[in-house]
């Protein structure tokens, strides 16, 4: 089970940071990434990140400026998101693939959480 947290409305420029808590699966055996889902549209992969700390990034529009963090002892995932603009407003999904790896696209993560919704505007 993964339960998303930390959305909310933040003004252009701003930041947040999502969490999400996982549960009755062994955390270290999986990779974990997030995506956003604006409802009636394609789900966009973010980031990913393995086992072993590597990143994957899935998107260009979010390069630099969104980073991934997990960790395993308390079997959480982060999300920070820094420079926040109004088309990042969306619905954002922890997610998880069980393998070590990242697979190369958003739709190799086999399970996810409800979502949080973040809304960017002035």
């Known amino acids: 089970q993964l339960v998303e947290s930390g959305g909310g409305f933040v003004q252009p420029e701003g930041s947040l940071r999502l969490s999400c808590a996982a549960s009755?699966?062994?955390?270290?055996?999986?990779?974990m990434g997030w995506f956003r889902q604006v409802p009636g549209k394609e789900r966009e992969g973010l980031l990913c990140?393995?086992?072993?700390?590597?990143?994957?990034n899935y998107a260009e529009s979010v390069k630099g400026r969104f980073t991934i963090s997990r960790d395993d002892a308390n079997s959480m995932v982060y999300l920070q998101m820094n420079n926040l603009k109004p088309r990042d407003t969306s619905v954002y999904h922890c997610?998880?693939?069980?393998?070590?790896?990242?697979?190369?696209?958003?739709?190799?993560?086999?399970?996810w959480g409800e979502g949080t919704l973040v809304n960017v505007s002035s």
């Open positions: 009755e699966f062994t955390l270290p055996k999986y990779a």
């Open positions: 997610a998880a693939a069980p393998n070590v790896r990242c697979p190369s696209s958003v739709y190799g993560l086999s399970f």
């Open positions: 990140m393995d086992s072993s700390g590597a990143t994957t």
